[in-house]
Structures are given as C-alpha cells and as structure tokens.
T-cell receptor, first 112, second 119 residues
Framework: GAGVSQSPSNKVTEKGKDVELRCDPI?????LYWYRQSLGQGLEFLIYFQGNSAPDKSGLPSDRFSAERTGGSVSTLTIQRTQQEDSAVYLC??????????FGPGTRLLVL | AQKITQTQPGMFVQEKEAVTLDCTYDTSDQSYGLFWYKQPSSGEMIFLIYQGSYDEQNATEGRYSLNFQKARKSANLVISASQLGDSAMYFC????????????????FGKGTKLSVIP
C-alpha cells in the first residue's frame, strides 16, 4: 500500500516568508507526528496528533510554528516569518495507535 | 527524560562482514520500546527493527538483530553479511510504551552512526 507522502520535496524561501508543508499519512493510521532534522543531527520532535484528541505541541520551538490535521488525515505544518535557523528537513510519520512509526520522504526547507 | 547515545559517528565495514552499531539509552520508565531506523542518502527514514523492554528474546529481522542488554541499558544493532546497500545513517530511538501524560509517544533519537560498506 501507499506510504507516507510529503509535499513539497524541496522548498526554498526568503527570510520572513511563510511556508506550508503537507503530510499525507498512511490510510488508517490514527497517529501523526512531525519531526525536524537539522544538518548532521538526529530528529527533533515537533508535534503529535492522535485521533480527535488535542495535539501534543510540546516540541514546537516557537509560536511561529503551528500545525493542523484536518479530518483525522492530512496534516499541514506552517512556519510563519521564516528564519535561517528554520532550514532543515521536516519529516512526517504516522502509525497505528501506539505502534511503530513510518516516515515519509521529508521536505527539505532552505531559508535564504 | 529519555536520552539516546550513539558513540560512533562513523563506521566502516568490509562487504559480507558483520558490523555492530552501538546504542545506549537512559530512561526512568519501566516500559519502553527501542527502535532502529536506516536513513539512506535519499533522506527517508526506514524502520528496521523493534525491541520492547519486556521482550525476553532479542529481536531479529532478516540480517538485522538487536543485542538487547537491559541491565547495561544498551540496544546494539548487528548487521550480518553487510551489503553495499547498507551504506547509510543509522539511528537508534526509543519511546515510552505506557501513557503517562502529554508527549509520551514521540520518539527520542540519537545523533546517528554513518555506516560505510567497503567493496
């Protein structure tokens, strides 16, 4: 079956612009996660959605970051007023409840 | 707080040889899961193997096995009969298994080990 998909694959933007990153999870997976991977680093948790429960936003680095998940499926991560330090790979993962997470290919964001 | 340590930034292995990638962890939780992911140059994180803290047997998946030593808090990945396609970054990760409040399901990752397989 289809895996986790993310779009765009690559995004180049200017400092101060807003960007939206999209994640389409595996069908039937109730949990969805966003992570950020800076150059040469491990993954950093950003936000977690589970079903209709309130999301866990404890990993979001600032109030410029927000995410939503519509209809329990597709999720959008929005970064407002981008800064150069936001440059990273943004990875989305989905899982059945409490089970192994499967990752998408990521979106490579470059802020100039 | 959970912490994962991977002490080998880079490793080399001859093709067809076995290699062990080290991972130690720190947690106060009694119930947790340990994961290994492979990240090739394409960037996608590929799930390899899982070990639960209460599993008595070491996990195996094909050429991958996890050497789980609970008392030492280590969860080393062993790759047997290395292949050129095994060249990639390898990440060890963990998470709680029992719900204990907000944010308890995310994975905590180590910084990774870059494995290079030499022909």
């Amino acid at each position: 079956g289809a895996g986790v998909s993310q779009s765009p694959s690559n995004k180049v933007t200017e400092k101060g612009k807003d960007v939206e990153l999209r994640c389409d999870p595996i069908s039937g997976h109730t949990a969805l996660y966003w992570y950020r991977q800076s150059l040469g680093q491990g993954l950093e948790f950003l936000i977690y959605f589970q079903g209709n429960s309130a999301p866990d936003k404890s990993g979001l680095p600032s109030d410029r970051f927000s995410a939503e998940r519509t209809g329990g499926s597709v999720s959008t991560l929005t970064i407002q007023r981008t800064q150069q330090e936001d440059s990273a790979v943004y990875l989305c993962a989905s899982s059945p409840y409490q089970e192994t997470q499967y990752f998408g290919p990521g979106t490579r964001l470059l802020v100039l | 707080a959970q912490k994962i340590t991977q002490t080998q930034p880079g490793m080399f292995v001859q093709e067809k040889e076995a290699v062990t990638l080290d991972c130690t962890y720190d947690t106060s939780d009694q119930s947790y899961g340990l994961f290994w992911y492979k990240q090739p140059s394409s960037g996608e994180m590929i799930f390899l193997i899982y070990q639960g803290s209460y599993d008595e047997q070491n996990a195996t998946e094909g050429r991958y096995s996890l050497n789980f030593q609970k008392a030492r808090k280590s969860a080393n990945l062993v790759i047997s009969a290395s292949q050129l396609g095994d060249s990639a970054m390898y990440f060890c990760a963990m998470r709680e298994l029992s719900y204990s409040g907000a944010g308890s399901y995310q994975l905590t990752f180590g910084k990774g080990t870059k494995l290079s397989v030499i022909p």
